[in-house]
């Protein structure tokens, strides 16, 4: 990839862990707003002028935490775009939409031409940079899902079902056939960790007696796991099609059964999850 076109970007960075762990609006202290910032762009974004604001949205922003934040998100670097940027009393709010994330070796990798110094890596600031998002490390940019599928290929023509329904209407979801293109030449092995472990909101692990063979579900799975464990949130979603132990997923975990129901009827439970967490 060239390098991105973009005479800007914003770098938010913040020490409270939960402080980039929501949909909602999110904030800045005014008085950290523009440091480590500078150039002839930059100059003209001031508090003061509302309208001069909206220069920062659209352009590309990475959005992460201090380095001494030990929370279980503090590895990640999203990457996306801020809208409805504005001054209220002593604070910036401004909403973000994320587009991928990057492991925080990317980010320490790229650094020095972010113009991100060792110091400013440990500060809770807004700062605005000329130029753009290194094309390097936009290689290395991780896509994000709503959902990402683990499972057997013995069990694909009812996956590939749910996958096809969910993606009309309007769900992002990994599945491997409409990744191909993307897949062809990358490590699969880590690129399957970055997948499993940081890219999607869920992880749908179809159980079969043909799933805990395969190698390639063992790896998915103990990434996904690992994740959970990390998180201590609801990241797994087991589905049964029958009663095969899964190592490391507890039998006292809550599960759905695949084996009277339809694809399209599993594809509406997933959605039901996900409006319900949004």
């Known amino acids: 990839l060239a390098e991105m076109l973009a005479v800007m970007y914003n770098v938010i960075v913040a ?33 003061s002028k509302p309208s001069s604001l909206r220069l920062l949205e659209g352009i590309p922003t990475l959005l992460f935490y201090e380095t001494s934040s030990n929370g279980p998100t503090a590895h990640i670097v999203r990457f996306g775009k801020l809208s409805a940027i504005r001054a209220a009393s002593n604070e910036v709010v401004f909403r973000f939409a994320e587009e991928g994330r ?12 972010l113009d991100v110094g060792r110091f400013e890596m440990n500060r809770t600031h807004w700062a605005v940079k000329e130029g753009g998002i290194p094309g390097g490390m936009m290689e290395k940019l991780i896509p ?7 499972f057997a290929g013995e069990d694909r023509a009812y996956v590939a079902k749910v996958a096809r ?7 992002k979801v990994f599945y491997d056939k409409y990744e191909q293109n993307d897949l062809w030449g990358k490590d699969l092995a880590e ?44 990241y797994i979603l087991p589905a049964r099609f029958d009663d095969t132990p899964v190592e490391g997923i507890r ?5 759905i059964s695949l084996d009277q129901l ?17």
Do not use: N
């Open 15 to 47: 020490y409270d862990s939960s402080a980039w762990e929501t949909d909602q609006l999110m904030r800045m202290d005014a008085d950290r707003f523009k440091e480590y910032s500078g150039g002839p762009e930059s100059d003209q974004v001031d508090l």
């Open 102 to 113: 990057f492991s925080r070796t990317v980010l320490e990798e790229f650094a020095a031409r």
């Open 144 to 150: 994000i899902y709503d959902i990402v599928f683990s």
């Open 165 to 171: 329904y969910l993606r009309t209407k309007g769900v």
């Open 191 to 234: 690129h399957f960790d970055a997948v499993y472990g940081q890219s999607g909101r869920y992880c749908v692990i179809f159980i079969s007696a043909a799933y805990v063979k395969k190698m390639w579900t063992r790896h998915e799975r103990r990434t996904a796991l690992a994740r959970a464990l990390r998180e201590h949130g609801e």
């Open 251 to 255: 039998s006292t975990v809550a599960f």
């Open 262 to 278: 339809a694809p399209a009827k599993f594809a509406r439970e997933i959605i039901k999850k996900l409006r319900k967490e949004s």
